[in-house]
């Protein structure tokens, strides 16, 4: 089992930057994979990026690709996602999630395990 906690969540004007962490407990933390996702009210919750178990491979959502980026600590058991020129539509219930594998995926029934969530509100 793994268990996860985020923070860092907060309300932002548009253009601001939050810095989200999250801390696994548990298991290995450098044999999973972990991934970050957003759930916004009414709507699925969608992929935003993921990182490789050393952190060398990195993959992003086409919509924060640029913006966002997706780090890991594995000394510390901690991954972070720097969120820079955040807008309004990144408002959302923000989740970090970990995949029982070294390779990232952008599915979320591939990760097993997940965080309670923390809130993103990007004002206009």
């Known amino acids: 089992q793994v268990q996860l906690v985020e923070s860092g969540g907060g309300l932002v004007q548009a253009g601001g930057s939050l810095r989200l962490s999250c801390a696994a407990s548990g298991r290995t933390f450098s044999n999973y994979a972990m991934g970050w996702f957003r759930q916004a009210p009414g709507k699925e919750r969608e992929f935003v990026a993921a990182?490789?178990?050393?952190?060398?491979?990195?993959y992003y959502a086409d919509s924060v690709k640029g913006r966002f980026t997706i780090s890991r600590d594995n000394a510390k058991n901690t991954v972070y996602l720097q969120m820079n020129n955040l807008k309004p539509e990144d408002t959302a219930v923000y989740y970090c999630?970990?995949?029982?594998?070294?390779?990232?995926?952008?599915?979320?029934?591939?990760?097993?395990?997940w965080g309670q969530g923390t809130q993103v509100t990007v004002s206009s």
């Open positions: 990182i490789s178990y050393r952190g060398g491979y990195t």
């Open positions: 999630a970990a995949r029982d594998s070294y390779w990232v995926a952008t599915d979320k029934a591939d990760y097993a395990y």
